[in-house]
């Protein structure tokens, strides 16, 4: 794996590790984690015989989701965060979990049926790039589904892009302490902005919480704390905007589509079958 991916993920792996199980929804006892994936997916809950990448896995709320679809699924991670993924999806016999980096992992080209990757792009250098390495993978009538945070003015316009100059620059433990000593205080006086003017007026707390979706209180401010780090410290953080992303699958000559969802962009493309033969006649 590149120096690179390890070095700028390092903060994801201390997240993971220390969150390994906030997210899962064998956890939580909601299904806000498989209820994603599907809708963004399109994919059906029976996925047996099929081969499945998950790209970017992190501790494994999805991978959780995946093998239950009888999929047989290898998911990877540039981050220790497999480690916890293990921890928490090791015992499924149809999981394969390694260690690799987006742009060089050891795979054959064109060797699954669907290649998912939630939540990561825009944490990459160049987030086209990792698409479009991922894009290989996929076997010939295959199909690639991906999100990356929107850009749009209002995404923009929020206290994460004001404050991540300085905060993805501090060490990751301090920033996490400083995150988790206001949650007491930040959590329920966001809580309480949004209850009285709703999505528009919780934007003014820096913090983010979650006890609309019916958290346990406890649950809700592990999640908070976990959200907000994931916002100030990552190096890389590359919204793009859904003409953007609609120009990666023209550069890639991919039909698909790409539209907004409730976690970014959202990008569903398939690999034409006649992939296969420009394939073999370019190896
Ligand atoms: C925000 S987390 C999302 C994890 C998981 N997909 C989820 O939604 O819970 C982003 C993950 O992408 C991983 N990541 C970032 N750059 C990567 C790269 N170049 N190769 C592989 N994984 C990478 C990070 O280590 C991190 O675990």
Known sequence: MSEGAEGYTESFGMQWLRHSRTQLDSFTGLKLSEERLFATTGWPRDMRGQRILEAGCGAGRFTEILCKTGAAVTAFDASVAVEANRRNNGHYQNLALLRADILNPP?????????LCL?????????????????????????????????????????????????????????????????????PITAALRRLGGPALARLSPMVEYSRFGLASEVNFDWAVLD??????????????????????????????????????????????????CRREAS
């Open 107 to 115: 795979f054959a080209e064109g060797s699954f049926e669907k290649v």
């Open 228 to 277: 907000t780090f994931d916002m100030y410290s990552p190096r890389y953080d590359r919204p793009q905007s859904v003409p953007g992303a609609k120009k990666w699958l023209e550069r890639a000559g991919l039909e698909g589509e790409v539209f907004p969802g409730g976690n970014g962009v959202i990008i569903r493309a398939r690999i034409p079958e006649s992939e296969a033969r």
């Open 119 to 187: 939540g990561v792009l825009q944490h990459t250098p160049d987030p086209e790039a990792s698409f479009h390495s991922l894009v290989r993978f996929v076997k010939p009538g295959g199909e690639i589904v991906a999100d990356v945070y929107r850009k749009s003015l209002t995404a923009l316009m929020c206290w994460k892009y004001l404050l991540r100059p300085v905060t993805r620059r501090l060490p990751p433990q301090l920033l996490y302490n400083v995150i988790s000593a206001s949650a007491p205080v930040l959590v």
